[in-house]
Protein backbone atom coordinates (compact mmCIF):
# COMPACT_ATOMS: atom_id res chain seq x y z
CA UNK A 1 0.00 0.00 0.00
CA UNK A 2 1.33 3.39 -0.83
CA UNK A 3 0.59 6.54 0.66
CA UNK A 4 0.24 9.53 -1.39
CA UNK A 5 -0.62 12.18 0.60
CA UNK A 6 -0.78 12.54 4.80
CA UNK A 7 -4.78 12.47 4.03
CA UNK A 8 -4.30 9.17 3.09
CA UNK A 9 -2.47 8.06 6.71
CA UNK A 10 -5.53 5.51 8.93
CA UNK A 11 -5.56 6.71 11.98
CA UNK A 12 -3.09 5.66 14.92
CA UNK A 13 -3.30 2.07 16.90
CA UNK A 14 -4.19 2.87 20.26
CA UNK A 15 -2.30 0.14 20.91
CA UNK A 16 1.90 0.65 19.67
CA UNK A 17 2.67 -3.00 20.89
CA UNK A 18 3.21 -5.67 18.37
CA UNK A 19 1.58 -9.19 18.58
CA UNK A 20 4.48 -10.01 20.82
CA UNK A 21 3.92 -7.10 22.87
CA UNK A 22 7.39 -5.97 21.97
CA UNK A 23 7.50 -2.09 22.30
CA UNK A 24 7.59 -0.29 18.79
CA UNK A 25 10.93 1.63 18.37
CA UNK A 26 10.51 5.74 18.77
CA UNK A 27 12.15 8.41 17.24
CA UNK A 28 13.36 10.83 20.31
CA UNK A 29 14.18 14.77 19.72
CA UNK A 30 17.89 15.32 21.12
CA UNK A 31 17.18 18.67 22.46
CA UNK A 32 13.76 18.24 24.06
CA UNK A 33 13.66 14.42 24.54
CA UNK A 34 10.30 14.13 23.20
CA UNK A 35 9.60 10.59 21.84
CA UNK A 36 7.60 9.47 18.72
CA UNK A 37 6.54 5.80 18.65
CA UNK A 38 7.28 4.98 15.38
CA UNK A 39 3.79 3.30 13.82
CA UNK A 40 3.46 0.44 12.03
CA UNK A 41 2.09 2.31 8.40
CA UNK A 42 4.67 5.14 7.07
CA UNK A 43 6.13 7.80 9.74
CA UNK A 44 6.11 11.27 7.95
CA UNK A 45 8.16 14.03 8.92
CA UNK A 46 7.78 17.49 7.64
CA UNK A 47 6.73 21.07 7.72
CA UNK A 48 3.06 20.18 6.61
CA UNK A 49 0.85 20.34 9.90
CA UNK A 50 -0.98 17.07 9.31
CA UNK A 51 2.90 15.06 9.59
CA UNK A 52 3.14 12.46 11.78
CA UNK A 53 6.28 14.68 13.11
CA UNK A 54 5.59 18.08 12.30
CA UNK A 55 8.39 20.69 12.31
CA UNK A 56 6.98 24.00 11.01
CA UNK A 57 10.47 25.66 10.05
CA UNK A 58 10.44 27.22 6.62
CA UNK A 59 13.81 25.14 5.81
CA UNK A 60 12.34 21.77 6.58
CA UNK A 61 10.18 20.57 3.16
CA UNK A 62 6.07 20.25 3.50
CA UNK A 63 6.74 16.05 3.18
CA UNK A 64 10.66 16.66 4.11
CA UNK A 65 11.20 12.11 4.99
CA UNK A 66 9.51 9.32 5.88
CA UNK A 67 10.47 6.04 8.79
CA UNK A 68 8.77 2.79 7.50
CA UNK A 69 9.27 -0.54 8.38
CA UNK A 70 9.67 -3.61 5.75
CA UNK A 71 10.31 -7.13 6.98
CA UNK A 72 11.35 -6.18 10.59
CA UNK A 73 13.46 -3.61 9.37
CA UNK A 74 13.37 0.00 10.18
CA UNK A 75 14.35 2.92 7.20
CA UNK A 76 14.81 6.15 6.62
CA UNK A 77 13.94 7.86 3.71
CA UNK A 78 14.40 11.22 2.43
CA UNK A 79 11.44 12.44 0.18
CA UNK A 80 13.80 14.95 -1.90
CA UNK A 81 13.68 17.77 0.64
CA UNK A 82 15.77 20.66 -0.25
CA UNK A 83 18.11 21.03 2.55
CA UNK A 84 18.63 17.35 3.15
CA UNK A 85 18.08 14.37 5.71
CA UNK A 86 21.54 13.45 7.94
CA UNK A 87 22.40 9.75 9.71
CA UNK A 88 24.81 9.89 11.38
CA UNK A 89 26.16 13.37 9.79
CA UNK A 90 25.39 11.33 6.28
CA UNK A 91 23.13 12.90 3.80
CA UNK A 92 20.82 10.26 2.42
CA UNK A 93 18.46 10.06 -0.24
CA UNK A 94 17.99 6.80 -0.52
CA UNK A 95 16.57 4.31 1.89
CA UNK A 96 18.85 3.73 5.04
CA UNK A 97 18.02 0.90 7.62
CA UNK A 98 18.46 2.35 10.82
CA UNK A 99 20.07 0.81 14.04
CA UNK A 100 19.67 1.96 17.65
CA UNK A 101 21.48 4.46 18.51
CA UNK A 102 21.54 6.39 15.03
CA UNK A 103 21.40 10.10 15.05
CA UNK A 104 18.93 11.67 12.12
CA UNK A 105 19.25 15.23 11.25
CA UNK A 106 16.64 17.18 9.23
CA UNK A 107 17.49 20.05 7.37
CA UNK A 108 20.82 21.17 7.89
CA UNK A 109 21.71 24.53 7.11
CA UNK A 110 24.09 27.49 8.54
CA UNK A 111 21.33 28.76 10.53
CA UNK A 112 20.98 24.86 12.21
CA UNK A 113 24.26 23.46 12.25
CA UNK A 114 23.00 20.91 14.24
CA UNK A 115 19.67 20.22 11.82
CA UNK A 116 16.23 22.02 12.84
CA UNK A 117 15.31 19.06 13.85
CA UNK A 118 17.38 15.86 15.47
CA UNK A 119 16.66 12.83 16.66
CA UNK A 120 18.00 9.26 17.82
CA UNK A 121 16.33 5.81 17.01
CA UNK A 122 15.69 3.94 19.68
CA UNK A 123 14.89 0.18 19.65
CA UNK A 124 14.55 -2.54 22.33
CA UNK A 125 14.51 0.29 24.66
CA UNK A 126 15.00 -1.83 27.96
CA UNK A 127 18.24 -3.85 26.73
CA UNK A 128 19.77 0.08 26.00
CA UNK A 129 18.92 1.73 29.49
CA UNK A 130 20.35 -1.15 31.23
CA UNK A 131 23.40 -0.89 28.49
CA UNK A 132 23.42 3.06 29.32
CA UNK A 133 23.37 2.19 33.00
CA UNK A 134 26.63 -0.12 32.19
CA UNK A 135 28.15 3.03 30.28
CA UNK A 136 28.06 5.32 33.57
CA UNK A 137 29.02 3.27 35.53
CA UNK A 138 32.03 2.67 33.85
CA UNK A 139 32.78 6.36 32.95
CA UNK A 140 32.58 6.90 36.75
CA UNK A 141 34.86 4.68 37.27
CA UNK A 142 37.32 4.22 35.10
CA UNK A 143 38.27 7.77 33.77
CA UNK A 144 41.63 9.28 33.92
CA UNK A 145 41.68 13.17 33.49
CA UNK A 146 43.49 15.56 31.62
CA UNK A 147 45.90 17.34 33.63
CA UNK A 148 45.36 20.70 32.22
CA UNK A 149 41.54 21.33 32.86
CA UNK A 150 39.66 23.39 30.70
CA UNK A 151 36.01 24.60 29.40
CA UNK A 152 37.03 27.30 26.93
CA UNK A 153 36.55 24.71 23.85
CA UNK A 154 33.46 23.57 22.32
CA UNK A 155 34.76 19.91 21.44
CA UNK A 156 35.53 17.01 24.04
CA UNK A 157 38.95 15.63 23.72
CA UNK A 158 37.39 12.26 24.05
CA UNK A 159 35.61 12.81 21.40
CA UNK A 160 38.32 13.16 18.97
CA UNK A 161 40.03 10.40 17.01
CA UNK A 162 43.71 9.94 17.19
CA UNK A 163 46.13 8.37 14.82
CA UNK A 164 49.96 8.12 15.00
CA UNK A 165 52.67 7.22 11.85
CA UNK A 166 56.19 6.99 12.20
CA UNK A 167 58.03 9.96 11.19
CA UNK A 168 61.07 7.81 8.93
CA UNK A 169 61.85 7.21 5.47
CA UNK A 170 61.39 3.47 5.45
CA UNK A 171 57.23 4.36 6.50
CA UNK A 172 56.86 6.78 3.95
CA UNK A 173 58.24 3.95 1.50
CA UNK A 174 56.21 1.57 2.29
CA UNK A 175 53.10 4.21 2.77
CA UNK A 176 52.06 2.56 6.06
CA UNK A 177 48.66 4.00 7.11
CA UNK A 178 48.04 5.44 10.37
CA UNK A 179 47.28 3.85 13.57
CA UNK A 180 44.88 4.56 15.23
CA UNK A 181 45.57 4.81 19.29
CA UNK A 182 43.88 5.81 22.70
CA UNK A 183 45.38 8.86 24.55
CA UNK A 184 45.64 7.85 28.08
CA UNK A 185 46.94 11.51 29.64
CA UNK A 186 47.65 14.52 27.59
CA UNK A 187 49.32 17.65 29.02
CA UNK A 188 49.51 20.81 26.07
CA UNK A 189 51.16 23.25 29.12
CA UNK A 190 54.00 21.03 29.66
CA UNK A 191 54.27 19.34 26.26
CA UNK A 192 53.79 15.92 27.24
CA UNK A 193 51.21 13.22 26.12
CA UNK A 194 50.82 9.20 26.63
CA UNK A 195 48.97 6.52 24.82
CA UNK A 196 48.20 3.22 24.00
CA UNK A 197 49.07 0.98 21.25
CA UNK A 198 49.86 -2.67 20.64
CA UNK A 199 52.48 -1.71 17.88
CA UNK A 200 55.75 -0.68 19.61
CA UNK A 201 57.53 2.24 19.47
CA UNK A 202 61.25 2.66 20.85
CA UNK A 203 62.35 5.39 22.67
CA UNK A 204 63.61 8.50 20.41
CA UNK A 205 61.38 7.46 17.82
CA UNK A 206 60.10 10.36 15.89
CA UNK A 207 56.31 10.34 15.56
CA UNK A 208 52.96 12.41 14.03
CA UNK A 209 50.25 12.87 16.24
CA UNK A 210 47.07 13.10 13.99
CA UNK A 211 43.98 14.81 15.95
CA UNK A 212 40.27 14.10 14.18
CA UNK A 213 37.08 15.72 14.57
CA UNK A 214 33.89 16.13 12.23
CA UNK A 215 33.86 19.83 13.50
CA UNK A 216 37.44 20.16 13.30
CA UNK A 217 40.51 20.14 10.92
CA UNK A 218 42.89 17.69 11.27
CA UNK A 219 45.38 18.86 13.76
CA UNK A 220 49.00 17.48 13.99
CA UNK A 221 51.65 17.67 15.83
CA UNK A 222 55.20 15.89 16.24
CA UNK A 223 56.17 13.69 18.89
CA UNK A 224 59.79 12.00 19.94
CA UNK A 225 59.05 9.02 22.50
CA UNK A 226 60.40 9.51 25.67
CA UNK A 227 59.91 6.17 27.50
CA UNK A 228 57.65 3.01 27.12
CA UNK A 229 55.64 0.96 29.47
CA UNK A 230 54.25 -2.64 28.60
CA UNK A 231 51.24 -3.03 30.37
CA UNK A 232 49.43 -7.01 31.28
CA UNK A 233 46.90 -6.86 28.67
CA UNK A 234 46.62 -8.06 25.48
CA UNK A 235 50.13 -6.81 24.69
CA UNK A 236 49.54 -3.20 25.14
CA UNK A 237 52.14 -0.39 25.47
CA UNK A 238 52.11 3.03 26.72
CA UNK A 239 54.27 5.44 25.47
CA UNK A 240 55.53 8.46 26.71
CA UNK A 241 56.07 11.38 24.39
CA UNK A 242 56.96 14.76 24.50
CA UNK A 243 55.66 16.96 21.78
CA UNK A 244 58.18 18.53 19.38
CA UNK A 245 56.72 20.79 16.84
CA UNK A 246 53.36 21.96 17.02
CA UNK A 247 52.18 24.74 14.40
CA UNK A 248 50.91 28.24 15.87
CA UNK A 249 47.40 27.37 14.32
CA UNK A 250 47.46 23.89 15.71
CA UNK A 251 47.99 25.53 19.21
CA UNK A 252 45.41 27.83 19.04
CA UNK A 253 42.91 25.23 17.98
CA UNK A 254 43.95 23.02 20.57
CA UNK A 255 43.47 25.93 23.13
CA UNK A 256 40.34 27.57 21.56
CA UNK A 257 38.47 24.48 19.99
CA UNK A 258 38.77 21.39 21.98
CA UNK A 259 38.07 20.92 25.71
CA UNK A 260 40.34 18.68 27.90
CA UNK A 261 37.52 16.49 29.24
CA UNK A 262 38.01 13.39 31.11
CA UNK A 263 39.61 10.24 29.08
CA UNK A 264 38.69 6.82 29.26
CA UNK A 265 40.94 4.68 30.43
CA UNK A 266 40.79 1.88 27.84
CA UNK A 267 42.97 -0.30 29.83
CA UNK A 268 41.03 -1.25 32.95
CA UNK A 269 37.61 -0.59 31.73
CA UNK A 270 35.12 -3.65 30.59
CA UNK A 271 32.71 -3.98 28.18
CA UNK A 272 30.14 -6.19 27.51
CA UNK A 273 30.27 -7.99 23.77
CA UNK A 274 28.28 -10.75 22.89
CA UNK A 275 27.12 -11.62 25.94
CA UNK A 276 30.98 -12.16 27.64
CA UNK A 277 32.48 -9.99 29.64
CA UNK A 278 36.15 -8.54 28.55
CA UNK A 279 38.63 -6.59 29.12
CA UNK A 280 39.55 -3.72 26.49
Same mark, same amino acid.
Given at each position: ??????????????????????????????????? #????????????????? *??????????????????????????????????????? *???????????? !?? !????????????????? #?????????????????????????????????????????????????????????????????????? !??? #????????????????? #????????????????????????????????????????????????????????????????????
Amino acid at each position: MEFKTFEDLPELPDDQANENNIPRPILEEVRSLRK #HVIPKYPMFIGRDRQAY *VCVPVSAVSRKHAKVFEKDGVFYIQDLGSINGTYVNGKR *VLDPVPLKPGDR !IK !ISVTKQYKNGAKEFEFK #HNLAEQENLKKDRDMLFQDVQIFAEDESTSGNVLLKDCLFYISKKDIVSVIKSEPPRRVAISQVSFRKTK !ISF #HSICPYKVKDQLILSVE #HPQLKTMKAQLRVLDTEQQEHYGIITHHCEMIKLTDDDKRAFRDKIDLSPLICYISSKTIENGLEADT
